[in-house]
């Protein structure tokens, strides 16, 4: 089993800045692959960003050049710096750890932009 623990979000104006973190714990395999999803009210849970053990990213169209995303694999934490927020943005974030064969998420922390 593997727990994840977000930290981060809340309310800002748009055009700030706000920062997620998610450390993983449990049977975590060096191999992975950790990310960011999001779900605005109304609509389904959409990629972010994610990147793998060895450091590879991929970001949605609509976030890059925006956000970026890093980690620290001895502290198996994922990190997520928002910049340039969007009322678009506003949405409850979730973690995702993916593993050979298991997939888990985070209980989501909410992202709220005012314009």
């Known amino acids: 089993q593997v727990q994840l623990v977000e930290s981060g979000g809340g309310l800002v104006q748009a055009g700030g800045s706000l920062s997620l973190s998610c450390a993983a714990s449990?049977?975590?395999?060096?191999?992975?692959?950790m990310g960011w999803y999001r779900q605005a009210p109304g609509k389904s849970r959409e990629l972010v960003a994610v990147i793998s053990s060895g450091g590879m990213t991929s970001y949605a169209d609509s976030v890059k050049g925006r956000f970026t995303i890093s980690r620290d694999n001895a502290k198996n934490t994922v990190y997520l710096q928002m910049n340039s927020l969007k009322p678009e943005d506003t949405a409850v974030y979730y973690c995702?750890?993916?593993?050979?064969?298991?997939?888990?998420w985070g209980q989501g922390t909410q992202v709220t932009v005012s314009s």
């Open positions: 995702n750890i993916k593993l050979i064969g298991q997939n888990y």
């Open positions: 449990g049977s975590i395999f060096s191999i992975n692959v």
